[in-house]
């Protein structure tokens, strides 16, 4: 797999409010933070772009809220931010897509030159599906990370449920057989994002 030298890494929402086992449930993919740090370091290293997508929610009760502990972004985030010699920029949104959000992200990659993005951060199926979606339609190459994010268990209509992996299954399967996203490991992203 090639990365390209300018792709941008997008980081959405990895906030200390996801930590809330409580208010969220079970999760998945314990190992997703490991995978989210050794992106960020590669991309800070080869002086690659990184975008950190912030959900600002307006939600009562959630832990997204601004002001809230839970709207910062976790520590492996927040030590390494500012550190890397690429360009580097803040999105914050209130709804699901990193497209819908200030700054307007497509305008800044055009404007960059950026045409692939890889994609990591929290949840699978939720703002990291929905915005890998929108940047195919965008007519980006939308490189996923499965294993650098992590998803819950869900209730939804008719009193189905779906685990965190059955929901990360789905969301695979929909995004690379839909063509919106190429589905792939984070060893495949930094073998293919080695310095030149």
Known sequence: MEIQ????????DVQKGFE???FWGRRDNPAAEENITALLDRWQETGRPVVYIRHDS?????????????????????????????????????????FY???DLDTWLRGAGIGQLVLAGIQTNMCNETTARMGG?????VVYALD?????DLTGPFGWTAT???LTRATAVSLHGGQFARVVTTAEVLAGASAS
């Open 20 to 22: 809330d086992e409580e």
């Open 148 to 152: 650098a994010m992590h998803t819950f």
């Open 58 to 98: 307006v939600v009562a009760g959630s832990p997204l809220r601004p002001g809230q502990p839970g709207n910062d972004f976790k520590e492996l985030v927040e030590e390494r931010r500012g550190k890397g010699t690429g360009p580097e920029l803040l999105v914050t949104k209130t709804v699901n897509s990193g």
């Open 137 to 141: 339609n965008l007519g980006y190459d």
């Open 101 to 103: 959000g200030e700054p």
């Open 164 to 166: 965190a992996e059955e």
């Open 5 to 12: 030298e300018n792709a941008a890494l997008l980081l959405i």
